[in-house]
Structure formats: structure tokens, C-alpha cells
């Protein structure tokens, strides 16, 4: 698992020592997700499911897509489609992805690489992987999160950000047996470079085998943990986890993570995703691409998509790629 991995955690700054022992969150649901595919066709797991937008505030919805390698001709992505009232959020794990919006946003999102696409009153995009990748096959693993927007900024103008891996703030816990990639909002003192409407944390965690991590999470925000990749447990209670599942937190100042010793996978690390965010505590209708407050804004939404007031594709605009083979088999 690449993603932005330096070889000496002991050169990294360092989290400060959990010294609060009452402030621990307990765990309160385990749940596993289920397999699903999106878009063209690439295979999905529907991260959040069993859990209610309630306990989810200000999340909606998130995919981790793969981890899969594919064969030559095999690798998909989305084709163009709208989005309003949220914010999209592709972290590539491994592998490589294109994006570009309606609105003059897009590039190459990478390794350790995440986009942030505030879709706000509205905008058409596109993710698909390149046509070198389509050609080629290979590995492919990242995570697609929705954010919700409250009411007062549902119809801002669309905005995109690049986060570049190298921009991500990279800490060791205080026995350097962990790393903390934060990309955006705050680890204790540490501060990742994503810039968010609503109030969000979102940091991507690796625990070598057998390590314990305590990690400092702001109270005004729920814990989410989603497992990538491995095994370990949750809590002091030592809950186990494993890949696909997601672990929701009550209330506290701190969460516990701990990572089985023996292996599970190539070097038998645990690969955790940690989300948590200020409720919104609006009423949401989340309708295919649209995340609204009410079911008109959802019907207002499709009629200004239909008629082309969310955007427009551009001149000479990205299309996903088919692979050399399929279309000589299509005697193209």
C-alpha cells in the first residue's frame, strides 16, 4: 500500500502522549461492508452502510474502491455525471485516477493524492483512469467520501482543490510504531492541508504489527475508523476489526487502535482511515448525485441538471478510454 509511506518514522514529528485516561471513546457499533460495483463497473465497498445518516453527520456516503489489480483492458471509472448541495472527496490508495469537472478543475490524482471537489450549486465531472492504465491493467485502491454542505452553503460556487501527497502533514505516534497521514483538518497540534466548508478531520493511519495507537480526536466531532487493509481491534475492549469494516465512537477526547501481531497481508500492517466532523443536524435528501435538505430541492436539482444549468461538458473534454483490444474486437 503506497500511499505516501516514508521509510524513518523516528525523523517525524511526534503526537503528544495521551495523559487523559477517563477521555477515552468507547466503541459503539462494529458494522461490515457490503460489495457493490459503480460506474462503468469497478468493484466497491459500500463503507457506511448499517449505519444512519444520523450517526453518519456530516458524512453521507463513501465507497473504497478495490483494492483490485486489474488485467490489461479491465481498469473503469465514471462516466460524466452532475453533483450538488456537497462535497466530493477521491483518495488514491494506490494506482492512478483523472478528474475533470465543468468547472475547470482536473488533473492526475496519484499515490497518496487526494481531490476535493466542492460541488456546491453544481457541477458536471468525470473520474476515470488513464489510458495508460486501461491499456496496461494494474493495481487500484482508493476511497470516494461524500461531505454534506449545510443549507447556507448547499448553493456556493463549485470549487476543486489538488491535494498533493507531498502536501499531506506526516506524524509519528510517540514510539514512531504508527504513522498519521492527515490531510485535512487537525491531529492534536497537527493540521493537514485540506480546506473544508464543514468542519472535518480525515487522516489515513498505519499501524505496524502489534501496535498500539492512541489518537487525540477533537470531542466536538464524531469517530469513525474504517479499515483498508489488515486486522487489529478498536477500544480498550480490543473489539477486532478487519478489511471492510467500519467502527463507530461515542463520545470522548481520544480513540484506541490496536493492530494484531501476527500478519494479515504483504507486511501485516493495519491501514485505517479515521473520519469525524461537526453535525450538521439538517434534515437530508440524498437522491443519486443530489444531497439536499428537501425532497423539492432534489426535483430542482434534476430539472436544472436536464436542462443544463449544472454545467457543461467541455470542448475536447475527457472520455473514458477503451482499451486497444476491445475496440479491434468491435472491428474498430
Excluded at 456530516?58 to 474502491?65: E, Y
Excluded at 487493509?229 to 463507530?248: D, H, I
Excluded at 507486511?267 to 437522491?287: A, F, K, M, N, Q
Amino acid at each position: 500500500m503506497p500511499a505516501l509511506t516514508p521509510e524513518d518514522w523516528t525523523v517525524l514529528a511526534r503526537l503528544e502522549p495521551v495523559v487523559d485516561p477517563a477521555g477515552e471513546r468507547p466503541v459503539a457499533t462494529v458494522t461490515t461492508a457490503p460489495r457493490g460495483v459503480e460506474g462503468e463497473g469497478f468493484p466497491v465497498r459500500r463503507a457506511f452502510a448499517g449505519l444512519s445518516l444520523a450517526a453518519l453527520d456530516p458524512f453521507v456516503h463513501m465507497d473504497q474502491m478495490g483494492e483490485v489489480d486489474y488485467a490489461p483492458g479491465e481498469p473503469k471509472g465514471t462516466p460524466w455525471h452532475p453533483h450538488r448541495g456537497f462535497e466530493t472527496v477521491t483518495y488514491m490508495i494506490d494506482g492512478t485516477f483523472q478528474h475533470q469537472d465543468s468547472h475547470g478543475g482536473g488533473g492526475l490524482i496519484t499515490n497518496g493524492s487526494t481531490q476535493w471537489m466542492t460541488a456546491g450549486q453544481g457541477i458536471l465531472h468525470i473520474e476515470t483512469p488513464p489510458e495508460a492504465l486501461v491499456e496496461s491493467g494494474g493495481l487500484f485502491h482508493g476511497i470516494q467520501l461524500w461531505v454534506n454542505l449545510p443549507a447556507k452553503d448547499k448553493m456556493i460556487p463549485p470549487a476543486y482543490q489538488s491535494l498533493e501527497a507531498e502536501d499531506v502533514a506526516l506524524v509519528a505516534s510517540p514510539d514512531a510504531a504508527s504513522l498519521v497521514r492527515v490531510v485535512a483538518g487537525a491531529v492534536g497540534h497537527h493540521r493537514g492541508p485540506g480546506s473544508t466548508h464543514t468542519p472535518v478531520t480525515m487522516a489515513h493511519v498505519t499501524l505496524t504489527p502489534g501496535a498500539e495507537l492512541d489518537l487525540p480526536w477533537d470531542p466536538g466531532f464524531n469517530a469513525l475508523v474504517y479499515v483498508l487493509a489488515g486486522r487489529g481491534s478498536v477500544g480498550s475492549e480490543r473489539r477486532p476489526v478487519a478489511t471492510g469494516q467500519l467502527a463507530s465512537f461515542g463520545r470522548g477526547r481520544w480513540l484506541r487502535l490496536g493492530a494484531d501481531i501476527a500478519p494479515d497481508g504483504p507486511d501485516g500492517r493495519l491501514e485505517v482511515l479515521v473520519l469525524g466532523g461537526r453535525r450538521i443536524g439538517e434534515p437530508v435528501e440524498h437522491y443519486g448525485p443530489f444531497v439536499m435538505n428537501t425532497r423539492a430541492e432534489i426535483v430542482q436539482a434534476l430539472e436544472d441538471y436536464q436542462k443544463g444549468r449544472l454545467g457543461v461538458i467541455p470542448p475536447g473534454a475527457l472520455m473514458p478510454h477503451v482499451a486497444r483490444a476491445a475496440r479491434d474486437g468491435d472491428g474498430r
